[in-house]
Structures are given as structure tokens and as C-alpha cells.
């Protein structure tokens, strides 16, 4: 067989290892990656050294006169010069040429194959060949034989310095993407989750540009073929709610949405492993096995056994594995037009209501504001929740200014006739710290009453504040538990509270005002409440 060469990426020299089988890239991560270890369950165990999560501070789109018009540039996407993505490209080059092997990964990112997109990673480490090898889409033998030229080609030099004399290189850490180039460089970092947002990011380009939504969420189907999509931000149950046994998984984390329908961009699974419960998450628990990688965990020198509640590595412990690990994963991953669409937070000033409908133009607002709450911190007497806006619930990883993918969610809701639930896994009966948290069982049934088209037909009444159309009845939920006013002890306190969301919702709002249409604004809050405050019948329009 003719040896495979990157000498068209400038790379000569190393012996160059491409697509090679996990049980090969077990054997060189034990012989040549210290603390690399086998679990006790079969997964290859990984530390990725001083950085054991995203940096995206370092993180620069190259500006050119071809793409600049189309990127939202700010915090999210800050920019960097052809000539600086040059020199880092060359650091990044020098140093795997001078490596005695490489491995090559070639797959695909996107389900649908008329989306699809041929991605080659070029790395030093074989804990990161077997990661992208999990999480992009595996070619068969003929795929693979025909693959061609990649569309993007990531150099992960993670274990080089970037140069900070380099102009916009502020630190050791730098993560460039040229999209004209077709080119994603790291360097200063061997965090493997870099190459899987790098893909993501590159997506969220790509796709907008042929019309198709990439989106930040998870999906499943049902048994009659109806689709669910789950956007969230980490912590509102994601992961959790989507894992249904009765649906099949088409796919935890990116998709696009097409004119004919859903699809999986990725190959795999990337999930957080840190308090990992086998009863309570068990097809997770079981997918740690042969071919999984482990990253950043904690095990027992004697046999392996991993500590999954030990945080002295990190909090984000996590596993690489591929889809068809999952028992009801869909093979392959796509499906047709969703049904629903349901926007999970977490709120933790106990304001939003359990489960409500959203009109085109709130799924909208909503979408681009991307909420959710946490505990402001962990010192002794700190109970306030703390706010958390990421637009489109994945602001780190958008390239567009979010009313384009809003824009994008709001023609296929219209077109289509998509129902959209917000649905709130927080707290009830007050905020964090006087309330409590929203019960799972009721979740569940919330989403399961929104799957059988049940919630379609309750009564309904509309929440002064947010504009919602809130259920006021659905099987397996006490009523009182609906309505958010109802569940707290102090009406005016409630009242305070729900004004002062709502004003945090505006503040965060200005960033988007300008690019947002009258629809959509006027689809905020309300900083002075309908009426007298109160919850109102809904009328039919």
C-alpha cells in the first residue's frame, strides 16, 4: 500500500499513521502519552495537560475582504490578520514536522450528504486521533480510498507555544481559523474539545450560507417519526431530557436543519462524565467502553476504577464515543422536520413558568438571547441567581451575527407549523435558596404530555411579564405547580423578582438591537406589566 504523505501541508518527515484502528491508537498513547491508562471499563483514560477546557479568549477568525461582511465580529470573534494566521500556521507546522509520527484523521461532519463536509485533523497525540476519530462521521474503506482533498484541515499543535510577538497572539494559547484558507490551527493547548468546536464553528459558517440552521441543541425521533429538538445551555437537562428510551437519539450537542429535514453533524458523543450516576444515566455509563476516550479523570491505581465524584483534575470530566454506543441511537443520524422545538433553562429566580408556547416572533427573541440562571457562586451567604445570556445557546461557537440563525429557526417554524415550548427545569416557589428545585418527574411529564400533543389542548392563560401562552393543566403536574405567582409565598417579592428578569433580559438585548426587526423587539418582556400584573385567560387569535 503506497505510504500516505502530508507533504502537501508541508509536512515531511514523520511516519505518518492515517485512520488507524482504536486498538493501534491504544497501544502508541500507552507506549508514548505518560498517564495514559486503560479504565477499568475498557476506555483509553487521557489527561490534556494544563488546560482542561476551551479557551476562548485565544480564539481568532482571520479577516478578509471575501468573508468579513459575513462574520459578527466582537468578543465572540475577534479578528486576526492573514499574515499573523500565516505565522502561527508555520509554528504550528515547524513543530509536527519535527515529530517521529503523526496521525491523520479523515471524516465528515453532517449526516445529510448534501451537507456534508470533509474534514482532515493532522495531530501529534494518539488520545486526540481517537477523539476526532469518535466524533466526526467514520468513512467506510471506499469512502475513505475516495475522500479527495479535505474542505478544512485542522493542525492541532497543541503541545507548542504560540508566539505572542505575533500581532493578536496575546498568550501562549492561540486557536485561529482561516476560512478562506479552509485552515484551523491550535497550538498552546491539548484540550481535544478545541477540535470538535473548531468543526462546530465551521459549521455554523458553512451552513447559513447554503440557508441550512446549524444549531447548538440535541434531537430525537419517536416511534411515528416525530422530531423533538433540545436547546440549552450546560445544567438545564439537555443531555438528560432528550435521552429518552422510548425515542431514538439522533444526536446529543450539533445539528443542522435542512429543507428536508434534521441531521447529526457529528459521529459521536462528547459527554460530561463528572458525578456520573449508572442508574441514573445508564446508557452514558455504558458507552464508557473499548474505543471511548476518558478525558481528565480520576482512578484507582490497582484497578482502574475510575472516581467519577473527584474534581481535583477538573469539573469537566468528560467521554468521547462514538453514537452507535448509545442502544437507541438512529443509524443514520438524521430525521425529518421537527415537530417541536423546545428551548430548556434553567431559571433559577423561579419566574419563568414550567412549560410555556411561544409565538414565532418569542422564539425568536428568545433564541437570540440564549438564557438561563446559575448560583451566583459557592461562598457562605451568596444566594443570589446569576443571569446567563449566550445567544442562540451557543454564542462561543456563532460566526454570523445570531438574527441570521434566528432569522434562519423563525422561517422554518412558520413554514412548517413547528410548536415551540420554553420549558423551565429550575427552581419553583421562589428563588435558589427559598424555593426549591423544579421536580425531574414533572419535567418529564411535561415533556411528555408536549410528545403526545396533549399540552396542544389545555387551558391557557398568558403570563403578564414574558407575553407567554402558559398551560394551566397537564397530566402529571399539579396545577398550582404551572403558574410560577402561584407557588411563591410573597406575591409583591414575585413581582420585584419577575421585573427585575426582565430588565436583565433587556440589558442583554441592546447587543443584538441593532440587526433585530421591530417583530422581534417587540416580542421583550414587558418592564411594566399587562394590567394589573395578573395572569390573564389567553385569547384565541
Known sequence: MEQFTLSGHGITGPEVLRNPPPARLYALALAHEPGTAISSTGALMAYSGSKTGRSPRDKRLVRTPRSEGDIWWGPVNKDLSPASFAAVRSLAVKHLASQPRLFVIDGFAGWDPRHQVRIRVICERAYHALFMHNMLIR????????????????????????????????????????????????LGTE????????????????????????????????????????FGLS????????????????????????????????????????????AAEPDIYRAIRFGAVLENVVHDPA?????YSDRSITENTRCSYPV????????????????????????????????????????????????????????????????TFSSCFGAPFLVWHPARYAELLAERIRRD???????????????????????IAHTRAIIDAIHDGSLEQAPTKTDPVFGFTVPTRCPGVPDEVLIPANTWDDEEAYRET?????????????????QASDEIRAAAPRLEPATDGEYRSATTT
Open 417 to 439: 407549523g413547528v410548536s415551540v415550548w420554553m420549558v423551565n427545569t429550575g427552581w419553583t416557589g421562589g428563588p435558589y435558596g427559598v424555593g426549591r428545585r423544579m421536580s
Open 235 to 278: 445544567g438545564t437537562g439537555k443531555t438528560t431530557l432528550s435521552a429518552d428510551p422510548r425515542r431514538a437519539l439522533i444526536g446529543d450537542d450539533e445539528h443542522g436543519w435542512s429543507d428536508d429535514g434534521v441531521f447529526n453533524i457529528e459521529g459521536g458523543c462528547y459527554a460530561k462524565v463528572i458525578d456520573l450516576d449508572a
Open 324 to 387: 452507535e454506543f448509545i442502544p437507541n441511537a438512529k443509524l443514520p443520524c438524521t430525521g425529518d422536520t421537527p415537530k417541536q422545538v423546545i428551548f430548556l433553562t434553567c431559571d433559577a429566580f423561579s419566574v419563568l413558568p414550567p412549560v410555556s408556547r411561544l409565538t414565532p416572533a418569542q422564539a425568536m427573541y428568545h433564541f437570540m438571547s440564549g438564557y438561563t440562571a446559575k448560583v451566583a457562586g459557592t461562598e457562605m451567604g451568596v444566594t443570589e441567581p446569576e443571569a
Open 303 to 307: 484497578d482502574h476504577a475510575v472516581d
Open 191 to 230: 484540550y481535544a474539545g478545541e477540535m470538535k468546536k473548531g468543526v462546530f464553528t465551521i459549521m455554523n459558517y458553512l451552513m447559513p450560507r447554503k440557508g441550512v440552521l446549524s444549531m447548538h441543541c440535541s434531537a430525537n425521533e419517536g416511534p411515528d417519526g416525530d422530531v423533538s429538538i433540545f
Open 498 to 514: 419577575a421585573a427585575r428578569l426582565a430588565a436583565l433580559f433587556h440589558e442583554n438585548f441592546r447587543n443584538f438591537e441593532d
Open 139 to 186: 468513512p467506510s474503506s471506499e469512502q475513505l480510498q475516495e475522500f479527495g482533498e479535505p474542505d478544512y484541515v485542522i493542525y492541532n499543535a497543541g503541545r507548542a507555544s504560540a508566539d505572542t510577538d505575533i500581532d493578536g497572539i496575546e498568550s501562549a494559547t492561540s486557536v485561529s481559523l482561516s476560512l478562506d484558507n479552509g485552515e484551523f490551527v491550535i
